[in-house]
C-alpha cells in the first residue's frame, strides 16, 4: 500500500507563477470574436489559466 505515496504532485502553481511574473502568460481563449462596445470593434479575449489575468486582442 506504501506504493500510494510515490504518486506526488508537481508543484506547478509556484513555477507557472514565477513564469507570469516573467511575463510568460499561457494564453486561454476565453471568447473568441466578440464585440466591444467601446473599441467598436471585434476582439478576441484571452485569459492566463494560472494568473486568471485577462487581454483582448482585436481582429
Ligand atoms: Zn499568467
Known amino acids: 500500500m506504501s506504493n500510494v505515496i510515490a504518486f506526488k ?3 506547478k502553481a509556484r513555477k507557472s507563477n514565477t513564469m507570469c511574473q516573467q511575463g510568460h502568460h499561457k494564453w486561454d481563449i476565453v471568447q473568441e470574436k466578440q464585440f466591444d ?3 467598436g470593434k471585434l476582439v ?3 485569459q492566463c ?3 486568471k489575468k485577462r487581454k483582448t ?3
Open 57 to 59: 486582442l482585436l481582429q
Open 9 to 11: 504532485k508537481p508543484k
Open 49 to 51: 489559466r494560472y494568473c
Open 37 to 39: 462596445v467601446k473599441q
Open 44 to 46: 478576441t479575449l484571452y
